[in-house]
């Protein structure tokens, strides 16, 4: 898991702090083509303003995101993500409550992004998880554009010791 504490969890728990930090997540979801239709008007604009400090990115990795939100498929897809994150998988996320991720699980998280900050993120996951383990990365949001290297080193560990 990169930069996420699980959905239900995070809908329930969530404070204004969160909220403002996590907008998106709440304008994302707006029916009726809301989100498309502005996101589309100023790709470049939304896109800066979301990656919070896009100056962390290579140009050429931003240069691709750029040019995916330049799609209205890749826009509406997006949007669709988190449409069934705040429904359908939240009902699916209640039916499942109590049972446990049995397969091992890393969890990363970026020591400046407000995805991770504010939770015990491995005390999170031990709740819905068997074998956890993980830790923050000196990143933001992004973990691999923003730390390559230590988030290869943490993946290829986790799946050096647990092979699939």
């Not at 074998?131 to 230590?150: K, M, Q, R, T, Y």
């Amino acid at each position: 898991m990169l930069d996420i504490v699980p959905t239900l969890y995070r809908f329930e728990t969530i404070d204004q702090k969160a909220a403002t930090a996590s907008y998106h997540w709440f304008f994302l979801i707006q029916p009726g083509g809301l989100p498309e239709r502005l996101i589309g008007a100023e790709p470049e604009f939304f896109l800066r303003h979301s990656l919070r400090d896009p100056a962390v990115f290579e140009p050429e990795a931003f240069a691709e995101y750029l040019r995916c939100f330049k799609n209205p498929e890749t826009i509406r897809g997006t949007c669709d993500e988190y449409r069934a994150g705040a429904s359908i998988d939240l009902v699916h996320d209640r039916a499942e409550r109590g049972r446990l991720i049995t397969m091992p699980l890393l969890v990363l998280w970026g020591e400046r992004s407000s995805q991770g900050s504010g939770y015990d993120v491995l005390g999170v996951w031990r709740e819905h998880a068997e074998n956890v383990s993980g830790h923050g990365i000196p990143s933001g949001h992004f973990l691999p554009e923003e730390a390559p290297e230590e988030t290869y080193a943490a993946l290829s560990g986790f799946f050096s010791r647990n092979p699939i």
